[in-house]
């Protein structure tokens, strides 16, 4: 499973942005899907996950502020950021956990990260 991941930029604090990240490949069911991100010097962190089912779950610090979305028949997942913070500044990363079809085997995938920099 591949992840393509885009919708980072520049934006003011209080602005929006909307991350999505689109996974291809076949032979793979994808289970839960989500988002980390990484500011400069800081341990990656993880920011949102989404099951298949739908069932999600936050980091406390975004929680009413980001919204993590999927469309499993197009394997994509979006993260609605909104009244968006200095402090949220950081690389972005979508990832995916998979299960091969073939072998049953589970699988972990990364995408490539995208830059999001809130500032005035």
């Known amino acids: 499973v591949q992840l393509q991941a885009c919708g980072g930029g520049l934006v003011q604090p209080g602005g929006s942005l909307r991350l999505s990240c689109a996974a291809s490949g076949s032979g793979s069911s994808i289970n839960v899907m989500g988002w980390y991100r990484q500011a400069s010097g800081n341990q990656r962190e993880l920011v949102a996950t989404i099951s298949s089912s739908g069932g999600s779950s936050y980091l406390t610090s975004v929680k009413d502020r980001f919204t993590i979305s999927r469309d499993n028949a197009k394997n994509t997942v979006f993260l609605r950021m909104n009244s968006l913070k200095p402090e949220d500044t950081a690389v972005y990363y979508c990832?995916?956990?998979?299960?091969?079809?073939?072998?049953?085997?589970?699988?972990?995938?990364w995408g490539q990260g995208t830059l999001v920099t809130v500032s005035s």
């Open positions: 990832y995916a956990d998979y299960r091969d079809n073939t072998t049953f085997l589970v699988s972990h995938s």
